[in-house]
């Protein structure tokens, strides 16, 4: 006998009620067997290949590229030739009600893996829409929500990065191997600050009306990639080297960039940083990351005048931003933070240890 079954939109977990239909994998009348990926699926979180458990052949596809399919709608109808058991190897919530599931690493597709995106036909003018989707809908969705539930405050200094260079010069002398930046030791000079600045290493809970301070430093690095903005997480940066940081950042960037880091490396942040001088512009203003209390905006590091000691001469330097959330601290935290910053950076020992 055989009988037909739905294979329904699972519920890929983490919060996520829907996925856009990149490609199907498969067509109507294939033969598939049970774990043989059948669609491509961006979320708002990752591109994921989404497996059959059912083994048979494709009486439909429920769904065109582009379109948007709900958790728990129809995805694809397969002709089953017996009652086939789930091998276990799917996401969560994969398949049937009846049928148990356990997680499977989520990773994002290389760039230029995911089809681009159609915008649609314009009616009567020139102009084109491209709709919102997976990665860049969601940063729209948390950024808007930020604007308009954070009363976010601003604070900037603009310091001389001299002695951060020349640490960075000596770390990279002794180094070779490895990628030592002026973010990287940003980074560390932020979670050393959190000692003395604890709110800004915290988090606020409107439903609770709470502040929420964090024993450990996550720090999220904003990293612009191909189908997005996407923000890895250094974590427990509090106990890590200046060099330490530095590795762990560039491997993140390259997970990033390739398309391959994991959806559980860009949870759990509890302070982000946007590095705004990789698009060679002096400074900018970000946006808080919800329900974070604070973002730092550093802008490139660039050759300017400077008054030292009576006279103008030309100095490196760095414009850091603050965006800082008014219910969770006030000026004198913020600005205390950035006036701690802009003293590290200035008194950097390039002879220290790595940190």
């Known amino acids: 006998m055989s009988d037909t079954r739905d294979f329904v939109m699972p519920d890929l977990g983490e919060g996520l009620t829907e996925g856009e239909i990149l490609r199907w994998l498969v067509a109507t009348g294939d033969v598939v067997t049970v774990d043989q990926p059948v669609v491509e699926m961006s979320t708002e979180k990752a591109t994921v290949q989404v497996p059959t ?46 049928v148990p599931a356990r997680r499977r690493r989520v990773v994002l597709q290389p760039p230029g893996a995911v089809a681009p995106r159609r915008p649609v036909a314009p009616e009567a003018t020139s102009a084109n829409r491209i709709a919102l989707r997976g990665i860049r809908r969601t940063t729209a969705e948390r950024l808007s929500q930020s604007h308009r539930d954070a009363p976010a405050a601003l604070a900037w200094v603009t310091v001389d990065a001299s002695r951060l260079l020349a640490w ?79 590795k762990e950042l560039t491997r993140l960037m390259e ?27 002096d400074g900018g203003v ?46 004198g935290d913020a600005g205390g933070f950035l006036h701690r910053l802009a003293e590290d950076i200035e008194h950097a020992d390039p002879t220290a240890t790595d940190g």
């Open 255 to 281: 997970a990033a960039r390739s398309g391959t880091i994991d959806a559980a490396e860009m949870r759990g942040s509890t302070f982000t940083v946007s590095n705004y001088g990789s698009f060679g512009v």
């Open 286 to 331: 970000a946006i808080i990351n919800p329900p974070e209390a604070g973002i730092l905006g550093v802008g490139r590091i660039s050759e300017r005048p400077w008054v030292v000691e009576g006279a103008v001469v030309p100095r490196p330097l760095l414009e850091l931003s603050l965006a800082f959330d008014h219910r969770v601290c006030d000026g």
């Open 168 to 246: 960075r010069d000596q770390l990279t002398e002794r180094h070779p191997d490895v990628r030592i930046t002026p973010l990287a030791l940003l980074l560390t000079l932020c979670a050393a600050a959190f000692e003395e600045f604890p709110l800004l290493n915290a988090a606020f809970d409107a439903e609770r009306q709470e502040i929420i301070t964090h024993d450990t430093v996550n720090l999220g690095v904003a990293m612009q990639v191909e189908q997005g903005l996407l923000v890895p997480v250094v974590r427990d940066a509090q106990r890590l080297s200046a060099v330490a940081i530095a």
């Open 53 to 98: 458990p059912f083994a048979g052949t494709v009486v439909r596809l429920h769904g065109a590229k582009g379109d948007i399919v709900h958790v728990g709608s129809p995805l694809i109808t397969i002709e089953v030739a017996t009652a086939a058991e789930s091998s276990g190897n799917v996401l969560v919530g994969y398949g049937t009600s009846e």
